[in-house]
């Protein structure tokens, strides 16, 4: 069997999918095979697949829904039979419809996962974003999401990592729950159920290499923050006052509570299998932090090493007083547009 299997779903992705397919079947570890999940698509995407699945014989299976399902369980029900076939694969990655794979995405990460060892681990890469036409808009993902920031509690409170730049390895598969078994009931991203599970039972790494060439358009389910919004600085005393702070820390407690919640039932599913869960804060400890907001909560975000763009989105220009922008704003070009000039 091979060493990665893809799980790619699909949805009236006929604009994009056979560039995608194309730079999947160029990768240079050619020791993959595919699962494709259509979901229920009214164009001409299941054409394509069917081309590609009579030309290469790594995809394994074609599976159409009888109906529109949604990106995030159509991901989960691959996720259930790669849970399933688990056995015969050493390494697992998510594959959008509309995006562009470099040649040596495979074997890179790959290559890194044999250096890092056998620990439970999902390894993230950075991506270019490009727009509809191919051309690239930003060089590197990770200086807006930062990305690399992996060992902290980022995931439990904000969701900054895509599917398509992950690859998990099949000792993180095994400590999950049976998920052929889940109650339609939990309904979970794909990327942030699994990335919450490799921060709660084992390891996120990241490489800075561009492996993906990321494409934004109109119809993405994941939208990009920028770091900050185009932003009036004439009327910054007003938006730092105290009365706005104290609006901002109220704000917190509601917009993290979702993530949370999210957390609470990916835990929850956890608690049925025997693995431990190493997570150096407590689930308790946060929702009582949540419970309480405020500068409580915030601190506890601090302590946890969560992403500080993920906070700084968050909080906006309501920190100005704490912390000052430069610990904000590592990036020259964003602190260049939003503060004018070299500030």
């Known amino acids: 069997m091979a060493s990665v299997l893809i799980l790619m779903a699909t949805f009236n992705g006929i604009k994009y999918i056979s560039e995608q397919i194309y730079s999947i079947e160029s990768q240079t570890n050619r020791d993959w095979e595919i699962i494709i999940a259509d979901d229920n698509s009214s164009d001409s995407t299941l ?57 040596e995405k495979l ?46 509690g980022t995931p439990l409170f904000a969701h900054i990592y895509y599917g398509c730049l992950m690859m998990f390895n099949y000792e993180l598969i095994s400590l999950l729950p049976d998920l052929t078994k889940i109650s339609p009931g939990y309904y979970f991203a794909h990327d942030a159920f699994i990335v919450k599970c490799a921060y709660l039972l084992g390891d996120i790494s990241f490489i800075d290499n561009k492996l993906v060439r990321y494409r934004r ?45 999210h957390t609470s039932s990916v835990a929850e599913l956890l608690n049925s299998t025997k693995a431990e869960i190493k997570a150096p804060v407590s689930l308790e400890q946060i929702e009582t932090s949540i419970a ?25 220009l309501y ?25």
């Open 217 to 261: 358009h109109g119809s993405n389910v994941s939208r990009i923050g920028g770091m900050m919004p185009q932003t009036n600085l004439s009327n910054l005393k007003e938006k730092c006052s105290i009365r706005n702070v104290v609006r901002y820390l109220k704000k917190l407690r509601r917009d993290s509570a979702g993530p949370l919640t």
């Open 292 to 316: 309480t907001g405020g500068v409580r909560l915030l601190r506890l975000m601090v302590r946890m090493r969560v992403n500080r763009i993920s906070i700084a989105q968050k909080i906006r």
């Open 319 to 343: 920190t100005t007083p704490f912390v000052g922008y430069q610990k904000y704003f590592p990036v020259e070009e964003y602190r260049c547009r939003y503060l004018g000039g070299n500030q």
């Open 47 to 103: 054409d394509v697949i069917y081309e590609f699945q009579q030309r290469d014989a790594r995809v394994k299976y074609v599976i159409r829904n009888s109906e529109n399902v949604g990106p995030f369980r159509n991901f989960m029900n691959l996720l259930a039979i790669a849970y399933e076939n688990r056995n015969n694969y050493q390494f697992f990655a998510f594959s959008d419809q509309d995006d562009f794979w470099e040649p």
């Open 107 to 152: 074997e890179t990460i790959v290559s890194n996962f044999k250096e890092l060892g056998t620990s439970p681990r999902v390894i993230i890469s950075d991506a270019s974003i490009i727009n509809c036409g191919g051309e690239i808009e930003h060089e590197s993902l990770n200086s807006i999401r930062g990305l690399c920031q992996t060992n902290s």
